[in-house]
């Protein structure tokens, strides 16, 4: 599955809103951190992820949301996660919930796990 992504900005009120749709994985992840730190760079006070269409979220992508969130801290700016679908949001309690270890082998053994919970999560 593709992403595609949408920038809108609000000159006025220093918002950028990146609207995403389908899913962001280890094959779209690269093209979309790309997006998303031009957008970043732009220095916007708030950048505001649309997840409304997005379908799906792997660990690679997980990792650009998390660079970039970093990135907008340090620079005193924000970065927040509108619209999440539910088996999106569940990926993001998941997160918050492990610890500050590696509880996983390897990315596979991660991403499998996201997989399998946002497949139950979509089902019930």
Known sequence: ???????AIDEENSVARVALAGALNTDTAPAFEQR?????????QLTVLDMKEL???SSAGLRVIFKA????????????????KPHIDKVFDILKALPDMAVFANDQELDDYLDSMQRKVRED
């Open 55 to 57: 379908d799906y979220i």
């Open 1 to 7: 599955m593709d992403l595609t992504t949408t920038v």
């Open 36 to 44: 998303l730190q031009d957008v970043v760079n732009d220095g916007y």
């Open 69 to 84: 969130a970093k990135q907008t801290r340090n620079d005193g700016r924000k970065l927040a996660a509108a619209n999440r």
